[in-house]
Protein backbone atom coordinates (compact mmCIF):
# COMPACT_ATOMS: atom_id res chain seq x y z
CA UNK A 1 0.00 0.00 0.00
CA UNK A 2 2.71 2.49 0.68
CA UNK A 3 3.93 1.98 -2.87
CA UNK A 4 0.29 2.91 -4.43
CA UNK A 5 0.44 5.86 -2.26
CA UNK A 6 3.82 6.71 -3.64
CA UNK A 7 2.54 6.28 -7.10
CA UNK A 8 -0.54 8.33 -6.57
CA UNK A 9 1.92 11.48 -5.98
CA UNK A 10 4.66 11.26 -7.86
CA UNK A 11 4.09 8.81 -10.65
CA UNK A 12 6.06 10.61 -13.09
CA UNK A 13 8.96 11.51 -11.38
CA UNK A 14 9.76 8.54 -9.48
CA UNK A 15 9.49 6.19 -11.71
CA UNK A 16 12.85 4.98 -11.57
CA UNK A 17 12.42 4.12 -7.79
CA UNK A 18 9.70 1.16 -8.92
CA UNK A 19 12.06 -1.51 -9.93
CA UNK A 20 13.89 -2.33 -7.04
CA UNK A 21 10.69 -3.42 -5.17
CA UNK A 22 9.40 -5.31 -7.39
CA UNK A 23 9.27 -8.64 -5.34
CA UNK A 24 6.69 -6.36 -2.85
CA UNK A 25 4.52 -5.82 -5.27
CA UNK A 26 4.15 -9.24 -6.66
CA UNK A 27 3.06 -10.57 -3.21
CA UNK A 28 -0.34 -8.29 -3.77
CA UNK A 29 -0.70 -7.92 -7.82
CA UNK A 30 -4.09 -8.57 -7.13
CA UNK A 31 -4.84 -5.19 -5.02
CA UNK A 32 -5.49 -3.21 -8.48
CA UNK A 33 -6.83 -6.24 -10.57
CA UNK A 34 -9.17 -4.80 -13.36
CA UNK A 35 -7.75 -1.48 -13.81
CA UNK A 36 -9.27 -0.61 -17.43
CA UNK A 37 -6.33 0.31 -20.01
CA UNK A 38 -6.39 3.84 -20.39
CA UNK A 39 -3.99 3.53 -23.10
CA UNK A 40 -6.20 1.89 -25.80
CA UNK A 41 -4.26 4.00 -28.55
CA UNK A 42 -1.11 2.48 -27.01
CA UNK A 43 0.35 0.32 -30.47
CA UNK A 44 3.36 -1.59 -28.80
CA UNK A 45 1.85 -2.37 -24.76
CA UNK A 46 -0.54 -4.82 -25.72
CA UNK A 47 2.13 -6.93 -27.72
CA UNK A 48 4.50 -6.81 -24.93
CA UNK A 49 2.33 -7.95 -22.47
CA UNK A 50 1.55 -11.47 -24.97
CA UNK A 51 5.59 -11.45 -25.03
CA UNK A 52 5.31 -10.99 -21.14
CA UNK A 53 2.98 -13.79 -20.92
CA UNK A 54 5.42 -15.72 -23.02
CA UNK A 55 7.95 -15.28 -20.66
CA UNK A 56 6.22 -16.05 -17.80
CA UNK A 57 6.00 -19.43 -19.51
CA UNK A 58 9.38 -19.63 -19.86
CA UNK A 59 10.53 -18.82 -16.37
CA UNK A 60 7.99 -21.74 -15.24
CA UNK A 61 9.80 -23.72 -17.85
CA UNK A 62 12.97 -22.16 -16.64
CA UNK A 63 12.57 -22.83 -13.42
CA UNK A 64 11.76 -26.47 -13.77
CA UNK A 65 14.60 -26.77 -16.24
CA UNK A 66 17.30 -24.84 -14.15
CA UNK A 67 19.77 -22.47 -15.59
CA UNK A 68 20.65 -23.56 -18.78
CA UNK A 69 18.92 -20.95 -20.62
CA UNK A 70 21.79 -18.92 -19.82
CA UNK A 71 23.22 -20.39 -23.12
CA UNK A 72 19.71 -19.50 -24.76
CA UNK A 73 20.15 -15.89 -23.88
CA UNK A 74 23.54 -15.55 -25.10
CA UNK A 75 23.20 -17.56 -28.29
CA UNK A 76 20.04 -15.98 -29.73
CA UNK A 77 21.50 -13.92 -31.93
CA UNK A 78 20.65 -13.89 -35.25
CA UNK A 79 19.54 -10.36 -36.55
CA UNK A 80 22.50 -7.44 -36.10
CA UNK A 81 19.28 -4.74 -34.66
CA UNK A 82 19.26 -7.78 -32.41
CA UNK A 83 22.78 -7.85 -31.53
CA UNK A 84 23.01 -4.06 -30.95
CA UNK A 85 20.35 -4.44 -28.61
CA UNK A 86 22.50 -7.22 -26.71
CA UNK A 87 25.56 -5.63 -26.52
CA UNK A 88 24.90 -3.62 -23.60
CA UNK A 89 24.25 -6.91 -21.80
CA UNK A 90 26.77 -9.01 -19.77
CA UNK A 91 26.72 -12.62 -18.94
CA UNK A 92 25.86 -13.14 -15.64
CA UNK A 93 25.33 -16.04 -13.40
CA UNK A 94 22.64 -18.52 -14.46
CA UNK A 95 21.56 -18.33 -10.80
CA UNK A 96 20.53 -14.99 -10.62
CA UNK A 97 18.71 -15.38 -14.46
CA UNK A 98 14.86 -15.24 -13.08
CA UNK A 99 15.26 -12.57 -11.07
CA UNK A 100 16.97 -10.45 -13.33
CA UNK A 101 14.49 -10.99 -16.31
CA UNK A 102 11.87 -10.27 -13.69
CA UNK A 103 13.05 -6.88 -13.04
CA UNK A 104 13.54 -6.50 -16.50
CA UNK A 105 9.98 -7.15 -16.56
CA UNK A 106 9.31 -4.45 -14.25
CA UNK A 107 11.61 -1.85 -15.77
CA UNK A 108 9.75 -2.05 -18.95
CA UNK A 109 6.52 -1.82 -17.35
CA UNK A 110 7.49 1.23 -16.06
CA UNK A 111 10.20 2.72 -18.17
CA UNK A 112 8.02 2.82 -21.33
CA UNK A 113 9.06 6.30 -22.37
CA UNK A 114 10.02 5.88 -25.55
CA UNK A 115 13.33 4.45 -25.32
CA UNK A 116 14.44 2.55 -28.08
CA UNK A 117 17.18 0.68 -26.37
CA UNK A 118 14.31 -0.63 -24.00
CA UNK A 119 12.19 -1.51 -26.59
CA UNK A 120 14.64 -3.46 -28.17
CA UNK A 121 15.68 -4.91 -24.88
CA UNK A 122 12.01 -6.24 -23.90
CA UNK A 123 11.91 -7.51 -27.67
CA UNK A 124 15.16 -9.50 -27.18
CA UNK A 125 13.73 -10.75 -24.40
CA UNK A 126 10.71 -11.97 -26.02
CA UNK A 127 12.52 -12.76 -28.84
CA UNK A 128 15.08 -15.09 -27.70
CA UNK A 129 13.37 -18.18 -29.39
CA UNK A 130 13.54 -17.40 -33.19
CA UNK A 131 14.97 -14.70 -35.26
CA UNK A 132 11.12 -14.51 -37.50
CA UNK A 133 9.43 -13.24 -34.40
CA UNK A 134 11.41 -9.98 -34.07
CA UNK A 135 10.91 -9.69 -38.27
CA UNK A 136 6.96 -9.40 -37.58
CA UNK A 137 6.55 -8.05 -34.64
CA UNK A 138 4.69 -5.11 -36.32
CA UNK A 139 2.38 -7.05 -37.78
CA UNK A 140 1.70 -9.10 -34.93
CA UNK A 141 1.29 -5.59 -32.47
CA UNK A 142 -1.40 -4.29 -34.77
CA UNK A 143 -3.59 -7.39 -34.78
CA UNK A 144 -3.56 -8.27 -31.67
CA UNK A 145 -4.19 -4.87 -30.10
CA UNK A 146 -7.85 -5.05 -29.70
CA UNK A 147 -8.14 -8.51 -27.91
CA UNK A 148 -5.77 -7.70 -25.54
CA UNK A 149 -7.43 -4.68 -24.14
CA UNK A 150 -10.65 -6.76 -24.20
CA UNK A 151 -9.56 -9.27 -22.63
CA UNK A 152 -7.32 -7.79 -19.80
CA UNK A 153 -9.26 -9.25 -16.45
CA UNK A 154 -9.52 -12.40 -17.64
CA UNK A 155 -6.10 -12.97 -19.08
CA UNK A 156 -4.84 -11.93 -15.36
CA UNK A 157 -2.49 -9.11 -16.04
CA UNK A 158 -0.39 -7.91 -12.87
CA UNK A 159 -1.35 -4.52 -12.34
CA UNK A 160 2.26 -3.52 -12.62
CA UNK A 161 1.90 -4.46 -16.65
CA UNK A 162 -1.26 -1.82 -16.78
CA UNK A 163 0.39 1.60 -17.51
CA UNK A 164 -1.94 5.15 -16.24
CA UNK A 165 0.62 7.44 -17.03
CA UNK A 166 -1.36 10.73 -18.06
CA UNK A 167 0.28 11.65 -21.12
CA UNK A 168 3.05 8.87 -21.86
CA UNK A 169 4.74 9.51 -25.09
CA UNK A 170 4.06 8.03 -28.19
CA UNK A 171 7.45 5.45 -29.21
CA UNK A 172 8.63 7.17 -32.37
CA UNK A 173 8.17 4.55 -35.10
CA UNK A 174 11.02 5.47 -36.97
CA UNK A 175 13.30 4.74 -34.49
CA UNK A 176 13.17 0.89 -34.56
CA UNK A 177 13.88 0.95 -38.07
CA UNK A 178 15.73 4.20 -39.63
CA UNK A 179 19.76 4.88 -39.29
CA UNK A 180 21.52 6.72 -36.48
CA UNK A 181 20.46 10.46 -37.09
CA UNK A 182 23.90 12.18 -36.56
CA UNK A 183 24.60 15.29 -37.80
CA UNK A 184 27.23 15.29 -41.22
CA UNK A 185 30.22 16.21 -40.71
CA UNK A 186 31.58 18.40 -44.09
CA UNK A 187 34.29 17.10 -45.67
CA UNK A 188 37.42 19.23 -46.43
CA UNK A 189 37.22 18.30 -50.19
CA UNK A 190 34.83 19.33 -52.59
CA UNK A 191 33.95 17.89 -55.96
CA UNK A 192 34.46 19.73 -58.79
CA UNK A 193 33.39 18.57 -62.40
CA UNK A 194 36.53 18.76 -64.38
CA UNK A 195 36.01 17.19 -67.78
CA UNK A 196 32.88 15.63 -67.31
CA UNK A 197 34.37 14.32 -64.30
CA UNK A 198 34.11 15.16 -60.52
CA UNK A 199 36.88 15.24 -59.07
CA UNK A 200 38.21 16.03 -55.61
CA UNK A 201 39.29 19.48 -54.76
CA UNK A 202 40.25 21.19 -51.46
CA UNK A 203 37.54 23.25 -50.83
CA UNK A 204 39.90 26.31 -49.04
CA UNK A 205 41.93 26.41 -53.05
CA UNK A 206 38.48 26.86 -54.77
CA UNK A 207 37.05 29.77 -52.54
CA UNK A 208 40.30 31.14 -51.31
CA UNK A 209 41.04 33.60 -54.31
CA UNK A 210 37.38 35.02 -54.47
CA UNK A 211 37.50 35.38 -50.79
CA UNK A 212 40.27 37.15 -50.79
CA UNK A 213 39.74 39.47 -53.47
CA UNK A 214 36.43 40.18 -51.95
CA UNK A 215 38.24 40.62 -48.42
CA UNK A 216 40.32 42.96 -50.13
CA UNK A 217 37.99 44.95 -51.84
CA UNK A 218 36.21 45.42 -48.17
CA UNK A 219 39.14 46.71 -47.05
CA UNK A 220 40.05 49.47 -49.44
CA UNK A 221 35.78 50.69 -49.26
CA UNK A 222 36.52 50.52 -45.04
CA UNK A 223 39.78 52.42 -45.13
CA UNK A 224 38.63 54.95 -47.48
CA UNK A 225 38.12 57.88 -45.55
CA UNK A 226 36.68 61.23 -46.34
CA UNK A 227 40.05 63.16 -46.69
CA UNK A 228 40.64 60.25 -49.10
CA UNK A 229 37.32 61.29 -50.99
CA UNK A 230 38.37 64.73 -50.70
CA UNK A 231 41.67 63.94 -52.51
CA UNK A 232 40.63 62.03 -54.85
CA UNK A 233 38.03 64.75 -56.14
CA UNK A 234 40.70 67.24 -56.14
CA UNK A 235 43.20 65.38 -58.56
CA UNK A 236 40.12 64.52 -60.81
CA UNK A 237 39.27 68.47 -61.00
CA UNK A 238 43.20 68.79 -61.82
CA UNK A 239 42.92 66.78 -64.63
CA UNK A 240 39.94 68.97 -66.26
CA UNK A 241 42.02 71.84 -65.09
CA UNK A 242 45.42 70.64 -66.78
CA UNK A 243 42.85 69.56 -69.96
CA UNK A 244 41.28 73.49 -70.01
CA UNK A 245 44.51 74.91 -70.21
CA UNK A 246 46.21 73.23 -73.05
CA UNK A 247 42.31 73.57 -74.52
CA UNK A 248 42.22 77.94 -73.50
CA UNK A 249 46.04 78.19 -74.89
CA UNK A 250 44.92 76.45 -78.31
CA UNK A 251 41.79 77.89 -78.14
CA UNK A 252 42.73 81.48 -78.07
CA UNK A 253 45.64 80.55 -80.50
CA UNK A 254 43.44 80.32 -83.05
CA UNK A 255 40.55 82.92 -82.18
CA UNK A 256 43.11 85.53 -82.29
CA UNK A 257 45.11 83.84 -86.03
CA UNK A 258 40.93 83.79 -87.30
CA UNK A 259 40.50 87.10 -86.15
CA UNK A 260 43.87 88.73 -88.24
CA UNK A 261 42.85 86.84 -90.87
CA UNK A 262 39.46 88.27 -91.47
CA UNK A 263 40.58 91.52 -90.40
CA UNK A 264 43.24 91.42 -93.14
CA UNK A 265 46.58 93.52 -93.93
CA UNK A 266 46.79 96.30 -91.17
CA UNK A 267 43.48 95.51 -90.21
CA UNK A 268 41.91 97.00 -93.39
CA UNK A 269 39.11 94.56 -93.87
CA UNK A 270 37.18 95.46 -90.50
CA UNK A 271 34.02 95.38 -91.94
CA UNK A 272 34.55 91.56 -93.49
CA UNK A 273 35.79 90.93 -89.94
CA UNK A 274 32.23 91.73 -89.08
CA UNK A 275 30.38 90.22 -91.28
CA UNK A 276 32.29 86.71 -91.20
CA UNK A 277 33.00 87.24 -87.54
CA UNK A 278 29.36 88.18 -86.00
CA UNK A 279 27.99 84.58 -85.74
CA UNK A 280 31.39 83.11 -83.52
CA UNK A 281 31.62 86.34 -81.59
CA UNK A 282 29.00 85.49 -78.76
CA UNK A 283 29.34 81.82 -78.46
CA UNK A 284 33.80 82.67 -78.45
CA UNK A 285 33.21 85.10 -75.62
CA UNK A 286 31.12 82.85 -73.52
CA UNK A 287 33.59 79.64 -74.29
CA UNK A 288 36.35 82.19 -73.03
CA UNK A 289 34.53 82.43 -69.85
CA UNK A 290 33.55 78.84 -69.69
CA UNK A 291 37.48 77.95 -70.19
CA UNK A 292 39.38 81.02 -68.01
CA UNK A 293 36.64 80.22 -65.33
CA UNK A 294 37.81 76.29 -65.11
CA UNK A 295 41.06 77.54 -65.55
CA UNK A 296 41.72 80.07 -63.08
CA UNK A 297 40.33 78.06 -60.63
CA UNK A 298 42.46 75.28 -61.29
CA UNK A 299 45.93 77.69 -60.95
CA UNK A 300 44.16 79.06 -57.81
CA UNK A 301 44.04 75.64 -56.52
CA UNK A 302 47.75 75.13 -57.54
CA UNK A 303 48.62 78.05 -55.64
CA UNK A 304 46.29 77.49 -52.61
CA UNK A 305 45.40 81.21 -52.64
CA UNK A 306 43.00 80.79 -49.59
CA UNK A 307 46.00 80.48 -47.65
CA UNK A 308 46.72 84.25 -47.67
CA UNK A 309 50.42 84.33 -46.64
CA UNK A 310 51.64 81.41 -48.55
CA UNK A 311 50.08 82.71 -51.39
CA UNK A 312 51.99 86.22 -50.98
CA UNK A 313 55.43 84.42 -50.80
CA UNK A 314 54.72 82.47 -54.01
CA UNK A 315 53.84 85.51 -55.89
CA UNK A 316 56.78 87.58 -54.51
CA UNK A 317 59.81 84.75 -54.99
CA UNK A 318 57.83 84.00 -58.76
CA UNK A 319 56.46 80.78 -58.53
CA UNK A 320 55.15 79.39 -61.88
CA UNK A 321 51.84 78.70 -60.48
CA UNK A 322 51.69 81.69 -58.85
CA UNK A 323 52.60 83.88 -62.00
CA UNK A 324 50.12 81.67 -64.09
CA UNK A 325 47.19 82.28 -61.96
CA UNK A 326 47.32 85.94 -61.79
CA UNK A 327 48.10 85.52 -65.63
CA UNK A 328 44.92 83.56 -65.38
CA UNK A 329 42.91 85.88 -63.76
CA UNK A 330 44.02 89.23 -65.65
CA UNK A 331 43.19 87.11 -68.79
CA UNK A 332 39.50 86.26 -66.97
CA UNK A 333 38.88 90.04 -66.23
CA UNK A 334 40.00 91.53 -69.62
CA UNK A 335 37.84 88.92 -71.92
CA UNK A 336 35.10 90.05 -69.51
CA UNK A 337 35.83 93.56 -69.90
CA UNK A 338 34.66 93.05 -74.02
CA UNK A 339 31.38 91.45 -73.20
CA UNK A 340 29.49 94.25 -74.24
CA UNK A 341 31.60 94.84 -77.48
CA UNK A 342 31.54 91.50 -78.35
CA UNK A 343 27.31 91.49 -78.23
CA UNK A 344 27.66 94.52 -80.22
CA UNK A 345 29.61 92.20 -82.87
CA UNK A 346 26.47 89.41 -81.91
CA UNK A 347 24.27 92.38 -83.06
CA UNK A 348 26.05 93.69 -86.38
CA UNK A 349 23.52 92.09 -88.68
CA UNK A 350 20.22 92.24 -86.91
CA UNK A 351 20.56 95.85 -85.20
CA UNK A 352 19.73 98.92 -86.45
CA UNK A 353 21.69 101.17 -87.87
CA UNK A 354 22.45 103.16 -84.84
CA UNK A 355 24.59 100.36 -82.87
CA UNK A 356 27.60 100.63 -85.65
CA UNK A 357 27.75 103.91 -87.07
CA UNK A 358 29.62 104.29 -90.32
CA UNK A 359 32.91 104.84 -89.53
CA UNK A 360 32.77 103.43 -86.22
CA UNK A 361 34.23 99.62 -86.76
CA UNK A 362 37.52 100.56 -85.89
CA UNK A 363 37.35 102.95 -82.61
CA UNK A 364 35.08 99.48 -81.46
CA UNK A 365 37.26 96.98 -82.77
CA UNK A 366 40.95 97.53 -82.60
CA UNK A 367 40.80 97.63 -78.75
CA UNK A 368 39.10 94.60 -78.66
CA UNK A 369 41.46 92.93 -81.08
CA UNK A 370 44.31 93.57 -79.28
CA UNK A 371 42.67 92.80 -75.70
CA UNK A 372 41.85 89.46 -77.43
CA UNK A 373 45.94 89.40 -78.65
CA UNK A 374 46.80 90.18 -75.22
CA UNK A 375 44.25 87.56 -73.51
CA UNK A 376 45.86 84.85 -76.05
CA UNK A 377 49.14 85.74 -74.61
CA UNK A 378 48.52 85.62 -71.06
CA UNK A 379 47.00 82.35 -71.44
CA UNK A 380 49.98 80.83 -73.90
CA UNK A 381 52.22 82.19 -71.09
CA UNK A 382 50.53 80.82 -68.47
CA UNK A 383 49.47 77.36 -70.22
CA UNK A 384 54.06 77.36 -70.71
CA UNK A 385 54.65 78.35 -66.91
CA UNK A 386 52.12 75.47 -65.97
CA UNK A 387 53.09 72.98 -67.50
CA UNK A 388 56.61 73.54 -66.65
CA UNK A 389 56.02 72.22 -63.17
CA UNK A 390 53.07 70.36 -63.90
CA UNK A 391 53.54 68.25 -59.99
CA UNK A 392 53.28 71.35 -57.98
CA UNK A 393 49.80 71.36 -56.48
CA UNK A 394 50.03 73.14 -52.53
CA UNK A 395 46.59 72.42 -52.04
CA UNK A 396 46.70 68.93 -52.73
CA UNK A 397 49.66 68.84 -49.74
CA UNK A 398 47.26 70.96 -47.59
CA UNK A 399 44.60 68.12 -48.11
CA UNK A 400 47.48 65.14 -47.73
CA UNK A 401 48.40 66.67 -44.68
CA UNK A 402 44.56 66.25 -42.79
CA UNK A 403 45.35 63.78 -40.58
CA UNK A 404 44.61 62.99 -37.16
CA UNK A 405 48.24 62.26 -35.94
CA UNK A 406 47.93 60.31 -32.69
CA UNK A 407 50.51 61.39 -30.11
CA UNK A 408 53.12 58.30 -30.08
CA UNK A 409 53.30 56.78 -26.57
CA UNK A 410 55.98 59.04 -25.08
CA UNK A 411 54.32 62.27 -26.32
CA UNK A 412 51.13 60.45 -25.06
CA UNK A 413 52.29 60.66 -21.49
CA UNK A 414 53.74 63.87 -21.50
CA UNK A 415 50.69 65.72 -22.48
CA UNK A 416 48.50 63.55 -19.24
CA UNK A 417 51.35 64.61 -17.29
CA UNK B 1 31.93 60.84 -37.17
CA UNK B 2 31.07 61.70 -41.07
CA UNK B 3 30.96 58.76 -42.99
CA UNK B 4 32.37 58.68 -46.57
CA UNK B 5 29.41 57.37 -48.10
CA UNK B 6 27.73 60.21 -47.36
CA UNK B 7 30.32 63.16 -47.76
CA UNK B 8 30.92 61.67 -51.09
CA UNK B 9 27.47 61.93 -51.80
CA UNK B 10 27.23 65.82 -50.70
CA UNK B 11 30.07 66.93 -52.10
CA UNK B 12 28.74 65.25 -55.10
CA UNK B 13 25.82 67.37 -54.97
CA UNK B 14 27.45 70.48 -54.50
CA UNK B 15 29.59 69.97 -57.19
CA UNK B 16 26.70 69.29 -59.34
CA UNK B 17 25.16 72.95 -58.25
CA UNK B 18 28.60 74.16 -59.12
CA UNK B 19 28.67 72.76 -62.73
CA UNK B 20 24.96 74.19 -63.39
CA UNK B 21 25.83 77.64 -61.72
CA UNK B 22 29.16 77.55 -63.95
CA UNK B 23 27.02 76.65 -67.45
CA UNK B 24 24.46 79.48 -66.85
CA UNK B 25 27.32 81.94 -66.05
CA UNK B 26 28.74 80.90 -69.35
CA UNK B 27 26.32 80.62 -71.88
CA UNK B 28 23.10 82.58 -70.23
CA UNK B 29 23.63 85.23 -72.66
CA UNK B 30 23.35 82.63 -75.45
CA UNK B 31 19.78 81.39 -74.33
CA UNK B 32 18.35 84.61 -74.36
CA UNK B 33 15.82 83.92 -77.56
CA UNK B 34 13.11 83.21 -74.78
CA UNK B 35 13.55 85.14 -71.65
CA UNK B 36 11.19 82.99 -69.94
CA UNK B 37 14.24 80.23 -70.52
CA UNK B 38 16.80 82.87 -69.28
CA UNK B 39 14.38 83.66 -66.36
CA UNK B 40 13.75 80.20 -65.32
CA UNK B 41 17.73 79.39 -65.65
CA UNK B 42 18.76 82.45 -63.38
CA UNK B 43 16.01 81.69 -60.74
CA UNK B 44 17.58 77.88 -60.61
CA UNK B 45 20.53 79.47 -60.56
CA UNK B 46 20.28 81.76 -57.71
CA UNK B 47 18.05 78.90 -55.64
CA UNK B 48 21.04 76.77 -56.72
CA UNK B 49 23.80 79.26 -54.48
CA UNK B 50 21.35 79.56 -52.24
CA UNK B 51 20.97 75.77 -51.16
CA UNK B 52 25.20 75.42 -51.97
CA UNK B 53 25.27 77.75 -48.95
CA UNK B 54 22.68 75.68 -46.43
CA UNK B 55 24.55 72.43 -47.57
CA UNK B 56 28.29 74.00 -46.31
CA UNK B 57 26.39 75.87 -43.39
CA UNK B 58 25.18 72.36 -42.46
CA UNK B 59 28.31 70.17 -42.85
CA UNK B 60 29.90 73.23 -40.36
CA UNK B 61 27.10 72.47 -38.07
CA UNK B 62 28.12 68.67 -38.40
CA UNK B 63 31.30 69.06 -37.02
CA UNK B 64 32.72 68.15 -33.62
CA UNK B 65 34.35 71.48 -33.50
CA UNK B 66 31.33 73.47 -33.99
CA UNK B 67 29.71 71.11 -31.82
CA UNK B 68 32.25 72.07 -28.93
CA UNK B 69 31.71 75.89 -29.55
CA UNK B 70 34.86 76.53 -31.58
CA UNK B 71 33.16 78.49 -33.93
CA UNK B 72 36.28 80.66 -34.47
CA UNK B 73 38.13 77.91 -35.76
CA UNK B 74 35.55 77.31 -38.49
CA UNK B 75 35.17 81.08 -39.23
CA UNK B 76 38.97 81.43 -39.64
CA UNK B 77 38.72 78.57 -42.05
CA UNK B 78 35.67 79.45 -43.93
CA UNK B 79 34.81 83.10 -43.24
CA UNK B 80 36.05 84.09 -47.02
CA UNK B 81 33.77 81.86 -48.54
CA UNK B 82 30.46 82.80 -46.52
CA UNK B 83 31.65 86.72 -47.28
CA UNK B 84 32.05 85.91 -50.66
CA UNK B 85 28.75 83.54 -51.06
CA UNK B 86 26.98 86.53 -49.95
CA UNK B 87 28.25 89.33 -51.96
CA UNK B 88 27.81 86.43 -55.18
CA UNK B 89 24.36 85.84 -54.44
CA UNK B 90 23.67 89.63 -53.89
CA UNK B 91 25.52 90.31 -56.98
CA UNK B 92 23.77 87.63 -59.42
CA UNK B 93 20.31 88.55 -58.28
CA UNK B 94 21.18 92.36 -58.92
CA UNK B 95 22.54 91.64 -62.59
CA UNK B 96 19.60 89.18 -62.98
CA UNK B 97 16.95 91.25 -61.87
CA UNK B 98 18.71 94.01 -64.38
CA UNK B 99 19.02 92.20 -67.19
CA UNK B 100 15.69 90.66 -67.19
CA UNK B 101 14.41 94.19 -66.82
CA UNK B 102 15.81 95.18 -69.72
CA UNK B 103 15.68 92.29 -71.74
CA UNK B 104 11.87 90.97 -71.10
CA UNK B 105 9.91 92.98 -73.70
CA UNK B 106 12.65 92.96 -76.54
CA UNK B 107 15.40 90.19 -75.82
CA UNK B 108 17.45 90.64 -78.56
CA UNK B 109 18.63 93.85 -78.41
CA UNK B 110 22.02 96.10 -77.62
CA UNK B 111 21.00 96.77 -73.60
CA UNK B 112 24.93 96.98 -72.03
CA UNK B 113 25.78 100.29 -70.13
CA UNK B 114 28.65 101.22 -68.26
CA UNK B 115 26.64 100.20 -64.93
CA UNK B 116 25.53 97.14 -66.48
CA UNK B 117 29.05 95.91 -67.60
CA UNK B 118 30.83 96.87 -64.29
CA UNK B 119 28.16 94.76 -62.85
CA UNK B 120 28.61 92.05 -65.33
CA UNK B 121 32.65 91.56 -64.48
CA UNK B 122 32.15 92.42 -60.63
CA UNK B 123 29.60 89.43 -60.62
CA UNK B 124 31.65 86.86 -62.92
CA UNK B 125 34.51 87.81 -61.21
CA UNK B 126 32.86 86.98 -57.76
CA UNK B 127 31.34 83.85 -59.70
CA UNK B 128 35.46 82.49 -60.28
CA UNK B 129 36.13 83.03 -56.81
CA UNK B 130 33.07 81.69 -55.23
CA UNK B 131 33.89 78.65 -57.27
CA UNK B 132 37.53 77.86 -55.92
CA UNK B 133 36.37 79.14 -52.41
CA UNK B 134 33.81 76.40 -52.30
CA UNK B 135 35.37 74.06 -54.16
CA UNK B 136 37.95 74.35 -51.76
CA UNK B 137 35.90 74.18 -48.82
CA UNK B 138 33.63 71.42 -49.69
CA UNK B 139 37.32 69.36 -49.91
CA UNK B 140 38.59 71.04 -46.59
CA UNK B 141 34.96 69.70 -44.53
CA UNK B 142 36.40 66.35 -45.16
CA UNK B 143 39.14 66.46 -42.61
CA UNK B 144 38.52 63.77 -40.19
CA UNK B 145 40.24 65.99 -37.31
CA UNK B 146 36.87 68.29 -37.28
CA UNK B 147 34.67 65.78 -36.28
CA UNK B 148 36.49 64.29 -33.44
CA UNK B 149 38.46 64.98 -30.65
CA UNK B 150 42.11 64.91 -31.41
CA UNK B 151 46.05 66.77 -30.63
CA UNK B 152 45.28 69.34 -33.48
CA UNK B 153 41.97 70.23 -32.04
CA UNK B 154 43.25 70.04 -28.53
CA UNK B 155 45.86 72.46 -29.69
CA UNK B 156 43.82 75.18 -31.27
CA UNK B 157 41.48 75.15 -28.10
CA UNK B 158 44.13 75.82 -25.95
CA UNK B 159 45.27 78.33 -28.36
CA UNK B 160 41.68 79.83 -28.51
CA UNK B 161 41.55 80.07 -24.75
CA UNK B 162 44.72 82.34 -24.78
Known amino acids: MTMETDDEKGYGTRRRELPPISHVQKHGPRALPSLPSQDTTDEIQVPKKKKKKKVKQEEETESVRGPKDGGIEMGGLASPRQSESREPLTPEPPENLPQRKKKKKKAEAVDQDGDQANLVLNGDMADQNSDEETTRKPKKKKKTKPKATESDPELGIEDDDIITGPAQPPIPQHALFSAPQGQSQPVAKVFVERGRRFQPAERTDRHGPSNQTEHNFMDVQSTWTTRDVSVRVHRGFRVIGLFCHGFLAGYSFWNIIVLYILAGDQLSALSNLLQQYCILAYPAQCLFYFLLALSTVSAFDRVNLARGPHAIRSFLTFEPVALASFLYFSALVLSLSQQMTSDRINLYRSANASLWLPGSEHSVLYPWIIVNLVVTLLVGLAWILLSTTPDVDHTEESLMAMNIEFPSLEEKGSVTA | ?162
Open chain 2, 1 to 162: MLQTNNYSLVLLIQLSLLAFDLFVNSFSELLRAAPVIQLVLFIIQDIAVLFNVIIILLMMFNTYVFQVGLLSLLLERFRALLVLSAVYLTLSICLHCWIMNLRWMESNRFVWTDGLQVLFVFQRIAAVLYYYLYKRSTEYLGDPRLYEECPWLRDAFARARL
